[in-house]
C-alpha cells in the first residue's frame, strides 16, 4: 500500500473513530490541480466537528503528517484540513448542504471507503 493510501486509511479510520456521518472520499486527479482527493463528512455540533479534526491531527501526526493549514476550526461550520495533496472537509448539517461539495465535484471519482 502506497503512502498516500496509509494516509487516507489514517484519515477515514480517525473520522470513523469519532461517529463522523456520510463520509465521502472523491479521486479529483483526473479534474483538477488542487489536490488528489477530497476527503468530505459532516458532524453534528460544533464539538463532535473539533474533535473529528482533532483527531485526524493527531492520528496523521503519529505518522509525522502535518497540515499544510487548519481553516475554520473556532467556528466549525467547515473546518478545511490541507494536507497537500489530500484535503479533508469537515463540515455541519448545514454548511455541507449549502457548499454541496460532493455536486460540484461530481466529475471525480467517488471511491468506497472500505476499499482503502
Known sequence: MNTINNTLKTIVDALEN???EELQLIDIREVSTIADY???TNG???SQIQALADNVEEKLAINGIHPRSVEGYNT???ILMDYNDI???IFDKESRGF???E???RDGKVIDVKSI
Open 18 to 20: 469519532k461517529k463522523a
Open 38 to 40: 477530497f476527503v468530505i
Open 44 to 46: 453534528t455540533n460544533m
Open 76 to 78: 466549525a461550520n467547515w
Open 87 to 89: 484535503l479533508v472537509h
Open 99 to 101: 457548499y454541496d461539495l
Open 103 to 105: 455536486r460540484m465535484w
